[in-house]
């Protein structure tokens, strides 16, 4: 890795194990892509009060050349993930599949499309940022602010139809765009509606 790696714990104590753990699995990332230039694993334990135990959460930013990857891993009710070391596990999985789509699509492995698949987005959540679209055929397909092109995630609204491009790989919350490019609220070539 270019960079240092950066490992910052939230609403726990740091552990030396689990640091340990997150180091071996950073430098394996980078048999999937030497050029990452960093990466910020954030491993956090929001959840004290519940008496049934912790579920962690871990989050990842890995940059890249020309652009960065996120790994959002939250518990949704995964009781495995009492366990900081399973979250950590899952989260670097996540990462790796994603890792090896943006190598897949950098090398020019990606089906190339002469109409971008369109979509209307459905759903925002600016504070956590992200959001889903709708394609034509009814199916939801999540994204986060990353994806959206030239930084325009503030600026989307529901209803604004978008050009994407689809990851191969499901996220954690189902279908994912790896790129969501804002067309605003015209009528799209293809489209049927007015």
Same mark, same amino acid.
Request: charged share 30%; net charge negative; aromatic share 6%.
């Given at each position: 890795?270019? !960079?240092?790696?950066?490992?910052?714990?939230?609403?726990?104590?740091?552990?030396?194990?689990?640091?340990?753990?997150?180091?071996?699995?950073?430098?394996?990332?980078? !048999?999937?892509? *030497?050029?990452?230039?960093?990466?910020?694993?954030?491993?956090?334990?929001?959840? !004290?009060?519940?008496?049934?135990?912790?579920?962690?959460?871990? +989050?990842?930013?890995?940059?890249?050349?020309?652009?960065?990857? $996120? /790994?959002?891993? *939250?518990?949704?009710?995964?009781?495995?993930?009492?366990?900081?070391?399973?979250?950590?596990?899952?989260?670097?999985?996540?990462?790796?599949?994603?890792?090896?789509?943006? $190598?897949?699509?950098?090398?020019?492995?990606? +089906?190339?499309?002469? /109409?971008?698949?369109?979509?209307?987005?459905?759903?925002?959540?600016?504070?956590?940022?992200?959001?889903?679209?709708?394609?034509?055929?009814?199916?939801? /397909?999540?994204?986060?602010?990353?994806?959206?092109? #030239?930084?325009?995630?503030?600026?989307? *609204?529901?209803? #604004?139809?978008?050009?994407?491009?689809?990851?191969?790989?499901?996220?954690? +919350?189902?279908?994912?765009?790896?790129?969501?490019?804002?067309?605003?609220?015209?009528?799209? /070539?293809?489209?049927?509606?007015?």
């Amino acid at each position: 890795m270019q !960079r240092p790696l950066q490992i910052t714990f939230r609403g726990m104590e740091p552990s030396e194990a689990v640091e340990d753990r997150i180091r071996r699995m950073a430098d394996k990332l980078e !048999r999937f892509d *030497e050029d990452i230039t960093g990466c910020h694993v954030v491993v956090e334990a929001p959840h !004290r009060h519940h008496h049934k135990g912790q579920l962690y959460e871990v +989050k990842l930013d890995i940059r890249v050349p020309d652009g960065e990857l $996120v /790994v959002n891993r *939250e518990h949704r009710g995964l009781h495995a993930h009492e366990d900081v070391h399973v979250a950590v596990r899952d989260a670097f999985d996540a990462a790796v599949r994603q890792l090896e789509d943006y $190598v897949r699509r950098r090398r020019g492995k990606v +089906k190339h499309h002469e /109409v971008p698949e369109h979509g209307r987005v459905t759903k925002l959540f600016p504070i956590e940022g992200y959001g889903f679209l709708e394609t034509p055929d009814g199916l939801e /397909v999540y994204f986060h602010e990353n994806s959206v092109t #030239d930084g325009a995630f503030s600026a989307l *609204e529901i209803g #604004d139809q978008v050009h994407y491009a689809r990851a191969d790989a499901e996220s954690d +919350k189902g279908p994912q765009a790896t790129t969501v490019t804002p067309v605003g609220k015209h009528h799209i /070539v293809g489209d049927t509606g007015s």
